[in-house]
């Protein structure tokens, strides 16, 4: 899974089960505090993934 401080604005990631689909908006700046973590995004019980 990808963690938060890897994310840039405009990533995609979709769900395979059901399609839905997330977008990056704005980057996270938290990786400078320590705080990202590696849980990713899910959904219908299922890791999205980066499209």
Same mark, same amino acid.
């Given at each position: 899974?990808?963690?938060?401080? *890897? /994310?840039?604005?405009?990533?995609?990631?979709? @769900?395979? %089960?059901? =399609?839905? *689909? /997330?977008?990056?908006?704005?980057?996270?700046? @938290?990786? %400078?505090? =320590?705080?990202?973590?590696?849980?990713?995004?899910?959904?219908?019980?299922?890791?999205?993934?980066?499209?």
């Amino acid at each position: 899974m990808v963690s938060c401080e *890897e /994310l840039k604005k405009g990533d995609v990631f979709v @769900c395979q %089960e059901c =399609g839905l *689909e /997330l977008t990056v908006s704005k980057a996270c700046d @938290c990786a %400078e505090e =320590g705080m990202c973590t590696e849980e990713g995004f899910s959904c219908c019980g299922q890791a999205m993934l980066k499209k």
